[in-house]
């Protein structure tokens, strides 16, 4: 690596401490890569804390334990089916592979509780292959990653630390970065090859509007910052971009809370009503025009109505929502009468929706279009508060099968690599459960092992290393 006038120089320095920031790291430190991670914020783990963060991961040791067979050929052909072709078939079978040494490094080198979910196979997948990474889902994966790299005698840590622009040479080769802290003027040349860690930009109101307006409507509510540091430092590297239009929204985001619903309570047969107790939409319609049906309710909310018996199925699919989401946002009532006094709702508004809704299951479509049901709505009930908001971004900067940045003409710029919100990956519309943790975990192991490969390269080059 070309030397320059570094305030300090290391192997690897990471821009973001998200998940995929922080396994890379460790990945990369332990082989020896002397690493320096950057994060604008005081927190670690992006907003991974109010998700879920199931990984799929295909031909895992999980899977061949329970007598499944599955491999990497056939998840990239599921992701390529859902998102229709939109995903380069080398970045869907370069991701796919990632899955099963994933899930394991979690596992063997961090120590998390990785278990198989085999209650439910979510839509657009062919088989039982979402890994959760612990009983607190993504707080548990942060917890995991941050405790392997802040001890971790190879990697610094730097908080409350912007990164504010990518050092290049003239060949447009990037060499480094420079940062400043939140509240010291001065800069700093961290000198090293770079990975973009740094999230989406759906926090970004300009951003939103000039990309997908129609989702500029909706409050970003996500869990970490996602101003777009990423793709801009991309940008201006000479970064091309894939599929800046497409978003992800949530019309079940709990308030408070600001946790997704990602169990299948829908699919269980849930219903929502607002205020008065009423139905307003399709519940199985798509999710930008439910969020944004639920954010013209009073009080721009609604409340997400299930059954005991829909409860426990939907425990039993996602324990992310049986040991967080449920207990911190849910309410319950065993009759109709004591669940809406907890929400204020209209009990005779309630009341009567449930009954409409029951007599009409045998009859097909609802007058709102609903045409998929899975049995009526009975005691004790459970309802959670939930509102629409822009979730994530899933286009981003363009990225190889080594998670190397590219340019406008399709190739690797030198030094630059990228993960989580801030590259495409597998982000597109028909996005599957489980892709968004193998995309930016993936990506960053990809990330990583290039960089321990071209250190070794010229370590063994450069006899004064």
């Not at 991961?57 to 050929?73: F, N, T």
């Not at 798509?286 to 299930?306: E, I, N």
């Not at 045998?362 to 939930?386: K, M, N, T």
């Amino acid at each position: 690596m070309a030397r320059g006038p570094w305030h300090e120089e290391a192997d690897f320095v990471v821009v973001g401490a998200s998940v995929g920031g922080l396994a890379a790291a460790v990945l990369a430190a332990d082989r020896g890569c002397r690493t320096i991670i950057v994060e604008r914020t005081k927190e670690l783990g992006g907003g991974a804390a109010g998700e879920a963060e199931t990984i799929a991961a295909a031909g895992s040791r999980w899977q061949r334990a329970a007598g499944i067979d599955d491999g990497a050929a056939r998840l990239a052909d599921d992701v390529l089916a859902a998102t229709h072709g939109q995903v380069e078939p080398e970045l869907a079978a370069a991701l796919a592979a990632q899955g099963a040494p994933v899930v394991a490094w979690l596992a063997d080198r961090c120590g998390a509780h990785i278990e198989l979910l085999r209650e439910h196979v979510p839509a657009g997948h062919s088989i039982h292959r979402l890994h959760g990474p612990g009983e607190r889902g993504g707080a548990s994966l942060i917890a995991d990653l941050a405790r392997a790299a802040s001890r971790h005698s190879h990697v610094s840590l730097r908080t409350a630390t912007l990164a504010e622009r990518l050092v290049r040479e003239d060949s447009g080769a990037v060499r480094g970065v420079s940062v400043r802290g939140e509240r010291r003027g001065a800069s700093q040349a961290l000198g090293g090859r770079v990975l973009l860690a740094c999230g989406g930009f759906a926090g970004d109101n300009a951003l939103a509007a000039e990309h997908c307006p129609p989702v500029a409507e909706l409050p970003f509510q996500g869990g970490a910052r996602a101003t777009g540091d990423g793709l801009r430092l991309g940008r201006e590297a000479g970064a091309a971009t894939r599929r800046l239009a497409s978003w992800l929204v949530t019309p079940f985001l709990a308030t408070p809370g600001q946790l997704v619903l990602s169990a299948p309570l829908v699919e269980l047969g849930a219903v929502l009503v607002n205020q008065a107790g009423q139905r307003f939409a399709d519940e199985t319609a798509g999710s930008l025009s439910l969020a944004t049906a639920v954010r013209l309710q009073p009080g721009r909310v609604a409340y997400v109505l299930f059954g005991e018996r829909m409860a426990a199925a939907a425990r039993a699919a996602d324990p992310f929502f049986a040991r967080v989401v449920l207990p911190r946002t849910g309410r319950r009532g065993a009759t109709l009468e004591d669940l809406a006094k907890q929400f204020e709702l209209d009990t005779e508004g309630l009341r009567l929706t449930v009954e409409t809704f029951n007599a009409a299951l045998e009859r097909g479509p609802d007058r709102f279009g609903r045409s998929r049901f899975a049995g009526p709505l009975e005691p004790p009930f459970h309802a959670i508060r939930v509102t629409g908001a822009r979730w994530r971004t899933l286009g981003g900067l363009a990225v190889d099968g080594t998670a190397r940045v590219l340019d406008a003409e399709g190739q690797p710029i030198p030094g630059l690599y990228a993960t989580g919100g801030a590259a495409a990956g597998l982000g597109a519309e028909g996005l599957l459960a489980g892709l968004a943790a193998l995309a930016a975990l993936g990506l960053a192991r990809l990330a990583a092992l290039d960089v321990i490969a071209q250190v070794a390269a010229s370590e063994a080059t450069d006899p004064a290393q």
